[in-house]
């Protein structure tokens, strides 16, 4: 049985490379709803056929980016687990100065030429994921969300990710937790160490 899960759990990762993207920031220049709805289709049935309780974790394409769930379709597979990752707006979450001490923008604020705030988040950022739930009422894991570095209201824009994500029932993931980086001079990801209200901020969480 274990090695039948095993088949299963490759058969779906080559699946989901199917529809992914391809390395860069956009998605594929073919991402039509048919060709995600297929790759998705195959993982499915590898996987009924190996153990059909097996949760499964379904992505979409452009590193399963909740702005590109329009092509997302719905699994006949109750153990299905829909996931996205986030970590819009860039500019924030992933500064272009690339070290430690980078300020790239503030939170809430103006960034990339769009009022980002809490509001923006609910409603435009996760507008597709909320429709897919309503729609089809299937589990949803927001299976990756966080910042390379600290940055001017960071800890309120984790906080509003994850406050909207438990008012919808939905599973989270930080990226990463307690990432302990080899170089003790590069805090990426590493909220522990960063100042202390990230880290009690995602205590809090739980």
């Known amino acids: ?17 199917a529809c992914s993207s391809d390395g860069s920031d956009s998605p594929p220049a073919v991402t039509g709803a048919d060709q995600v ?5 195959s ?5 009924k056929e190996a153990d059909s309780s097996l949760p499964v974790i379904v992505q979409c394409v452009g590193w399963s980016n909740p702005e590109w769930w329009g092509l997302l379709t719905k699994q006949d597979n109750p153990y299905v687990v829909y ?28 960034i990339g030429g769009e009022r980002w705030d ?10 597709r994921v909320n429709e897919f739930q309503a729609t089809h009422g299937v589990p949803i894991l927001m299976g990756e ?9 960071g800890a309120q824009f984790l906080s509003d990710h994850v ?18 980086t080899r170089d003790p001079g590069v805090l ?6 960063w100042d202390s209200a990230y880290w009690n901020e995602i205590l809090a969480w739980f």
């Open 37 to 41: 709805g297929a790759s998705d289709d």
């Open 43 to 47: 993982a499915a049935a590898s996987q």
């Open 188 to 193: 990426s990801f590493d909220y522990e160490k």
């Open 118 to 127: 809490r509001s923006r988040i609910a409603n435009f950022l996760f507008a």
């Open 83 to 110: 996931d996205f990752h986030t970590y819009s707006p860039y500019d924030l979450t992933h500064p272009d100065c690339g070290q430690p001490g980078c300020v790239g923008a503030g939170y809430p604020g103006t």
């Open 1 to 17: 049985m274990r090695s039948l899960r095993l088949l299963a759990l490759v058969a779906l990762l080559v699946a989901l490379a």
């Open 163 to 180: 406050d909207l994500a438990l008012q919808r029932g939905w599973h989270f993931c930080l990226w990463n937790f307690r990432s302990d």
């Open 145 to 153: 969300l966080g910042m390379e570095y600290a940055q001017p209201g």
